[in-house]
């Protein structure tokens, strides 16, 4: 689900100036907001968020062209600090305003694609960040807000001015981003295109446990964190996202319910990706739908592979490659994936969603087991060899792995430790499969009167 998990026992949420500026702004106030942009300027001249905020409490104080140019200086800084998602914002707000864009989403589509120079291989420390010292003069004591919007005009003038000078700037060495850096140079371009700006406050509920999902976010500033809620009520704290990070994204494979809840506990700027703007570029542009759909898989697999039992059978650095042998398959809510009664056609590892394992006997329906993410199905028939003693339904939009019988036979071959896994896990699950169909059938004969 996620990238750039922080642990949740070592964050701590902190409100800082650009927050309450933020938060201040949201709420309609312009002077004490402005008041902050230009402290932190004064500290900070390539300050992403101070440039972002000033072309906001500029648009809305009516300063249109002063707004554009704040917010094109706050993209060439996010490029040159290697945030796509900062930069990404930025344009959103400029094409909100009817600006053209087009120049800045190329810079940044040739700064982040996957065939870039830019790129820092991965795991390379990206260099540290040159501070250019503008000379921006403090905010004269007791300014009042015309005198205020002045000061952080004159600002981003003189940013502007610095940039439109910078001929040759140094070299640029970017980390590489969730998502995007595994596109080309016109896919990322084209996905620029779909992505929507949404600010939240602190406390607001982004995704919805159990909900179905249709869009994923990328964080581009703040912090969210992300919970689960057990069935015994409890919530479970799973980790601390920060900027940059990709969360929600099995919603572009499927529209698969929300396996945890995400709530933003810092004002957040996140960029949003509707499955429906995709889906409607992919149609124009299957390239780019495959590409994304791998990178989903991959996340989805990475995240098995932490997870199921099954696959920690098998050594870790051997976990990947028995992964790619299994096929992406996806179920509607009520669509059967075992049919009783049949032979095995393979096994299934459940990625996303939930299933119910029912037995029909003439009329009546047992339900044996509910089954979530990283259970495994179909182990019985293929281990025990014989056709298929239970229905295996879909519950909600789930997506499986599939591993046909054929290629079954070829890995437990190659990782003994899988056989020896799912014969256990096929033994004890037969075993409670005829204790609750003779539990079934000990209730049935006590409402029996002769």
Known sequence: MTDSIVSHENVRTERNSLDIALEQALDGHREQPLRWIAAVLEQDPQRVMAYYLAGYLLREAGHSDAAADAWRVAVHFSIREGSLARAASAVCELAKMGQSVEREIQRIAETFSIDSDCLLDHGAA????????????????????????????????????????????????????ALFSNLDEPGLRALLTMLELRIVRSGTPIV??????????????????????AENGAVVALARLGSGALFGEMALLSHTPRAAQVVASRPCLLLVLRKESLDALVAEEPNLGMAIAAYCRRR??????????????????????????????????????????EEPEGLHLIASGSVVVV???????????????????????????????????ATVPTVTLHLTSEQFLE????????????????????????????????????????
Do not use: W
Not at 220 to 228: D, F, L, Q, T
Not at 328 to 333: I, L, P, S, V, Y
Not at 411 to 438: F, K, M, Q
């Open 208 to 229: 919805v446990q159990g909900e179905p999902g249709d869009e994923a976010y990328v964080l581009a500033r703040g912090e969210v964190e992300v919970s689960r809620k």
């Open 300 to 341: 989805m697999i990475d995240n098995l592979i932490r997870t199921s039992a099954v696959l920690k059978s098998v050594n870790v650095r051997e976990r990947p490659a028995l992964v790619q042998r299994f096929v992406t398959c996806a179920f509607e809510a009520g669509e059967r994936i075992i049919v009783q009664g």
């Open 411 to 450: 890995i437990v071959r190659a990782y003994p430790g899988v056989l020896s896994h799912l014969y256990e896990l096929a033994v004890t699950r037969d075993v409670e499969t005829r204790s609750v169909l003779v539990s079934e059938a000990e209730s049935a004969d006590d409402c029996i009167l002769l």
């Open 126 to 177: 990206p260099p540290s960040l040159i501070k250019t010292r503008l000379s921006i003069n403090p905010a004269p004591m007791n300014s009042n807000e015309a005198e205020l919007i002045e000061h952080v005009r004159g600002a981003v003038a003189e940013s502007t001015a610095l940039i439109a000078e910078d001929e040759t700037p140094e070299p640029l060495k970017v980390p590489r981003q």
């Open 359 to 393: 037995h029909r006997d003439s009329d009546e329906r047992t339900v044996i087991a509910t089954l979530g993410v990283g259970e495994v199905v179909g182990e019985m028939s293929l281990v025990l060899r014989r056709p298929s003693g239970a229905d295996v339904v």
